[in-house]
């Protein structure tokens, strides 16, 4: 069979998208096409939520509960000589609704502990409903309360139960468990995604105590990595809703604390082991250039203290004591401090760590991170909050290029399609990435004004905007940041 005389018809599927579906209701999907196999991809709100083959047939039907808005993407194959051939057909279910009658004298119970059930709890309380309980499963969270509102096991109820996940299979997961644990009846459970309330995100936000919904989070500890973009939503919510919805929001930005490091490791994506004579940053320049560069950005969802190993660096507690006192970390969604798990802070940094909403995230090198027991035992003893990152492998992103650098247009199509997204601040310089940093500092890479920003009295936004833009000479030197990539053994050493 010639790949290219496969056809596919929407009629081939018996699926009506010009009816509206609601929450709840069963589609069939029956496949008569015969000869070729397909693989579905079902994208339920733009993410991907399943993938269903189906093996060539005359007759196949699937069938499915509706949840939100779909579209689907069928790949077909050659029956003859298994190639995937096209995208053919992408079908979207319109207006998905559901509408729940929660009475003011219903008592609602949610599940689990989280940040969307906290802002549903905000919402709700706007309204004035009852929301006796949140329930989880996390006996740690048993004892606590947030907001004076107990957190419980799950059990059964006749309370109306709202399921807070985001992601659809998750929530159906959780909905399926939450049944069988408790022997709720299904129609006491409801999808917390599709509860809409007079009260909208901002309103609620401005209510979250995100203080203390970051301290209960901290049981998880392991994982916390989950959690923690919740909790960057929270506060950035509850800071655009003080000031208005417009702002100037920046991903992810770098201090870098040292250019020492403990390990020398091959691909060190900061190439740190190639620094001749490496020192700390200046934390007076670091503070002040962060202060500069919060006054024309309005949040920052990740602020990441690195290295090198940041730990090294001994004044970590004063550069963090210094932007509390100035106000900036009320503008940041999360604090992260990367380390390799060989050096155990001093217990008045620890004491310090708990205070903040911050995460410590452990690089496990195994033998090499040879410190990271006493470490953990540590951050547990203080309560503070961190991840352990068992990744095996990096990738190779940001990193010298081997061959001879590009030429101009060549590096400039590069630098369209890096994704690098790691903004780094050193002293008083601002860089787009860790490569343009550390290559032009170790002279890997002629010195060129353009490959940074100074922070200096003149630093505005629209220096800012037009650098973020541009396109920087160091990037001929670097093998980008694709969608593409090879993996490299992490950490090995030189
Ligand atoms: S531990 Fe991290 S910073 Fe240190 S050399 Fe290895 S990759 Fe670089
Ligand atoms: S291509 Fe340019 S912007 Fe991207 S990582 Fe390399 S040096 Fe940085």
Redesign the pocket.
């Known amino acids: 069979m010639d790949v290219q005389d496969i056809s596919f018809e929407v009629s081939d599927i018996e699926f009506d998208s010009s009816i509206d579906y609601v929450v709840g209701d069963t589609i069939h999907i029956v496949n008569r096409a015969s000869g070729v196999s397909f693989a579905w991809y079902v994208y339920l709100d733009g993410e991907l939520t399943e993938k269903i083959m189906w093996r060539k047939s005359n007759e196949f039907r699937y069938e499915f509960k509706v949840y939100g808005t779909y579209r689907f993407k069928a790949y077909i194959k050659s029956a003859a000589d298994n190639k995937k051939v096209k995208i053919t057909q992408s079908i979207a279910v319109k207006n998905v609704t559901k509408s729940y009658s929660i009475s003011h004298d219903t008592p609602v119970v949610l599940h689990p502990f989280n940040a969307m059930s906290v802002l549903l709890y905000h919402k709700l309380k706007l309204e004035g409903f009852d929301v006796v309980r949140f329930s989880d499963p996390n006996p740690l969270l048993n004892k606590e309360q947030y907001d004076n509102t107990p957190i419980t096991p799950v059990y059964h109820c006749n309370e109306l139960i709202i399921v807070c996940e985001s992601k659809i299979k998750d929530f159906r997961e959780t909905k399926e468990l939450y049944m069988s644990q408790a022997g709720v009846p299904p129609e006491m459970v409801a999808d917390g995604n599709m509860i809409s309330t007079k009260a909208d995100d901002f309103d609620a936000a401005m209510h979250v105590d995100t203080k203390q919904f970051s301290k209960l989070f901290s049981p998880y500890k392991y994982y916390y990595r989950n959690h923690n973009n919740e909790l960057i939503m929270l506060r950035r919510l509850q800071f655009l809703s003080n000031h208005g919805r417009e702002g100037n929001v920046f991903q992810n930005v770098q201090l870098t604390m040292t250019q020492r ?5 091959r691909d ?3 190439l ?2 190639k620094f001749n004579n490496p020192v700390d940053c200046d934390i007076n320049q670091t503070v002040a250039s962060f202060e500069k560069f919060m006054a024309t950005v309005d949040f920052v969802n990740r602020l990441v203290l690195c ?3 940041p730990f090294l660096n001994h004044n970590l507690g004063t550069c963090l004591m210094k932007l509390e006192d100035i106000g900036l970390l009320n503008r940041v969604g999360l604090i992260q401090i990367v380390t ?1 798990g060989t050096i155990v802070p001093p217990d008045e940094l620890l004491e310090q760590l708990a205070g903040l909403n911050l995460l410590v995230t452990i ?1 496990n ?1 195994k033998t090499l991170s040879k410190n990271i027991n006493k470490l953990v035992a540590k951050l547990n003893l203080f309560n503070v909050n961190y991840y352990i990152d068992y990744r095996p492998a990096w990738y190779s992103t940001g990193m010298p290029r081997l061959s001879e650098p590009l030429d101009v247009e060549d590096s400039k199509k590069q630098r369209l399609l890096c994704r690098s997204n790691c903004r780094i601040i050193w002293n008083d310089e601002f860089y787009f990435c860790a490569f343009l940093k550390s290559a032009e500092q170790i002279g890997m890479i002629p010195n060129d004004s353009r490959n940074s920003l100074k922070i200096d009295k003149v630093f505005n936004y629209e220096k800012l905007e037009r650098y973020m833009n541009a396109h920087y000479p160091g990037c001929a030197y670097c093998v980008g940041w694709p969608k593409t990539h090879y993996s490299l053994p992490a ?1 090995v050493q030189l």
Request: include cysteine; proline fraction near 6%; hydrophobic fraction near 20%.
């Open positions: 490091c403990t390990l020398k490791c060190c994506v900061t740190t082991p290295g090198g190993e390799n690089s090198y950490a």
